[in-house]
């Protein structure tokens, strides 16, 4: 069963200290792997798509990398803006659907 | 462009009651989702539509749950009788379908969510 699993399930940074959001998946084929960052009361925003193993991208202070059953989402120096619930999802070949993880809701204080 | 557009924003009903939710995905994406979200399930994927065609609606909970696409532009999701279960947030999302230019290997970019409809059962 394709599966995806987001730790920790909540993450208290103070502004500057840099960490990692973890993504495991299990997933027959991967087609896709995205990151999306959520808002309270607001729709899921897109941030990356990672494809293949060893591919990384970037994107301010945040950057997604990807291994074969894993990604991170690595934060550098995060700001109090940060802050919010960061989604993980793989689509699988063969199908157009996404399949989300519980998601890890940062929280960065000045 | 103005995004994926749902409404209502807000939708309180009582129970046994119809809920039609809307949505206007962007213009030119091909394929339309629905998702529903909750603090015990997550973001959970209901259906699915590519070129207006239902595809996957293996996540529709039960026969109470109807979703249409009658044009590009245009979806409703049903929800009749509703119950106090039903509440959550809906969303719906849209995306362009995306050739790979290696080998043509279809592959689907972002989803563009809409800022979701909160529905209240009471």
Not at chain 1, 79 to 91: F, G, H, M, N, R
Not at chain 1, 92 to 100: M, Q, T, V, W
Not at chain 2, 21 to 27: E, G, N
Not at chain 2, 110 to 120: C, I, K, S, V
Request: hydrophobic letters at 35%; proline letters at 6%; a neutral charge.
């Amino acid at each position: 069963e394709d599966q995806v699993t987001q730790s920790p399930e909540a993450l208290r940074l103070q502004e500057g200290e840099s960490s990692s959001l973890n993504c495991s998946y299990t997933v027959s084929g991967l087609r896709g792997l995205f990151w999306y960052r959520q808002d309270p009361g607001k729709g899921p925003e897109f941030l990356f798509t990672l494809y293949s193993a060893g591919e990384e991208k970037e994107k301010e202070r945040l950057k997604a990398t990807l291994t074969k059953k894993e990604s991170f989402l690595h934060i550098t120096a995060p700001k109090p803006e940060d802050s919010a619930t960061y989604l993980c999802a793989v689509q699988a070949r063969g199908y157009n659907k996404l399949i989300f993880g519980a998601g890890t809701r940062l929280a960065v204080h000045p | 462009d103005a995004g994926v557009i749902q409404s209502p924003r807000h939708e309180v009903t009582e129970m046994g009651q119809e809920v039609t939710l809307r949505c206007k995905p962007i213009s030119g994406h091909n394929s339309l989702f629905w998702y529903r979200q909750t603090m015990m399930r997550g973001l959970e994927l209901l259906i699915y539509f590519n070129n207006n065609v239902p595809i996957d609606d293996s996540g529709m909970p039960e026969d109470r749950f109807s979703a249409k696409m009658p044009n590009a532009s245009f979806s409703t999701l049903k929800i009749q009788p509703s119950e106090p279960r039903d509440s959550a947030v809906y969303f719906c999302a849209s995306t362009p379908v995306l050739v790979s230019v290696l080998g043509g290997d279809a592959r689907y970019n972002e989803q563009f969510f809409g800022p979701g409809t909160r529905l209240t059962v009471l």
